[in-house]
């Protein structure tokens, strides 16, 4: 969950990644944004998309299009992203 504030603040996909580490869980299958007020699918912004292409990249990721929700490898959202394999230093 992501409590807005006019500083930004972490988005809920941060959120989850850091709550989900706490409690033991480094692996994640599917992830979707929803907004409140009945926004329904969000996307995710650059930052987080980046983030789960580092530590995700086998993740799938809910969106919203014109035509509904669909499914899409993480690997197909950033455009000129780059593979930070700092953390994975047995790949």
Excluded at 20 to 26: D, E, H, I, L, V
Excluded at 29 to 48: H, L, M
């Amino acid at each position: 969950m992501n409590a807005y504030h006019s500083t930004g603040g972490p988005c809920a996909e941060l959120v989850l990644i850091g709550a989900a580490a706490a409690q033991g869980t480094y692996d994640l299958d599917i992830i979707v944004a929803v907004g409140d007020r009945d926004r329904g699918v969000e996307p995710s912004c650059g930052r987080c998309r980046q983030v789960l292409l580092d530590y995700f990249p086998a993740l799938k990721v809910i969106v919203g299009t014109s035509d509904g929700l669909r499914m899409v490898p993480v690997t197909d959202l950033p455009s000129e992203s780059y593979i930070w394999a700092d953390h994975q230093l047995d790949a």
